[in-house]
């Protein structure tokens, strides 16, 4: 079993960065994949990144792509989520999910999630 907890939001100026961490408790959190989520009031929740059970591969959402930047360090069992030229429109609670396996599986939920770190981004 995995638990995530995440952290590093705040509020932010467009422009600025942010470094959201997620941090998992369990013996086998390198057998996850992990990805990053976000939710705006009103709106569905939106894939951010992901990336791979050693960190060799990552994968972005068009709109974050070249603006933020995920990775993870097994040893400490923490995933980042380092977000720069932040936008208004990036403003969310931003979730983390764990998923078992090697690659990710859209057609099934992951088995896990954090409780959320807010986001908010003014103009």
């Known amino acids: 079993q995995v638990q995530l907890a995440e952290s590093g939001g705040g509020l932010v100026q467009a422009g600025e960065s942010l470094r959201l961490s997620c941090a998992a408790s369990?013996?086998?959190?390198?057998?996850?994949?992990i990805a990053w989520f976000r939710q705006a009031p009103g709106k569905e929740r939106e894939f951010v990144a992901r990336?791979?059970?050693?960190?060799?591969?990552?994968f972005y959402a068009d709109s974050v792509k070249g603006r933020f930047t995920i990775s993870r360090d097994n040893a400490k069992k923490a995933v980042y989520l380092q977000m720069n030229s932040l936008k208004p429109e990036d403003t969310a609670t931003y979730y983390c999910?764990?998923?078992?396996?090697?690659?990710?599986?859209?057609?099934?939920?992951?088995?896990?999630w954090g409780q959320g770190t807010q986001v908010t981004v003014s103009s």
């Open positions: 369990g013996r086998t959190f390198n057998m996850y994949v």
């Open positions: 990336i791979n059970r050693n960190g060799g591969r990552t």
């Open positions: 999910a764990a998923q078992y396996g090697v690659i990710w599986d859209e057609t099934r939920d992951p088995q896990y």
